[in-house]
């Protein structure tokens, strides 16, 4: 029900924008989020946004990255600037019916959608 596209490869310094498209439910009520994972590593936060546009972000993307929503296309962006190599991983997109609340919504486990990733690698 999420499909998150846009991902690739990319220098460093570099901009990439990621795409979720959602289907099947509305999900434009709902908070969504990217996360991220690199090989080894715990799936880290990245980016939430809530009803009201409100949005937070991750320590290591906040002044790089800025999600945005299209309600009436049902889907949520992710553009990213000043790419880094610590960027590289798989990129999920994520959606919320349990919770708006923000420290909630900080853990994977704030989230019951999920989309299937898309892997974005940032090198020279």
């Known amino acids: 029900q999420l499909q998150a596209s846009g991902g690739g490869l990319v220098q460093p310094g570099g901009s990439l924008r990621l795409s979720c498209a959602a289907s099947?439910?509305?999900?434009?009520?709902?908070?969504m989020a990217w996360f991220r994972q690199a090989p080894g590593k715990e799936r880290e936060f990245v980016s939430v946004?809530?009803?009201?546009?409100?949005?937070s972000y991750g320590a290591s993307v906040k002044g790089r990255f800025t999600i945005s929503r299209d309600k009436a296309k049902n889907a949520v962006y992710l553009q990213m600037n000043t790419l880094k190599p610590e960027d590289t991983a798989v990129y999920y997109c994520?959606?919320?019916?349990?919770?708006?609340?923000?420290?909630?919504?900080?853990?994977?486990?704030?989230?019951?959608?999920w989309g299937q990733g898309t892997q974005v690698t940032v090198s020279s």
């Open positions: 994520a959606a919320s019916s349990r919770s708006s609340v923000l420290s909630a919504l900080w853990q994977p486990e704030g989230y019951d959608y």
């Open positions: 099947g439910r509305t999900f434009s009520n709902l908070p």
């Open positions: 946004i809530r009803t009201g546009s409100m949005t």
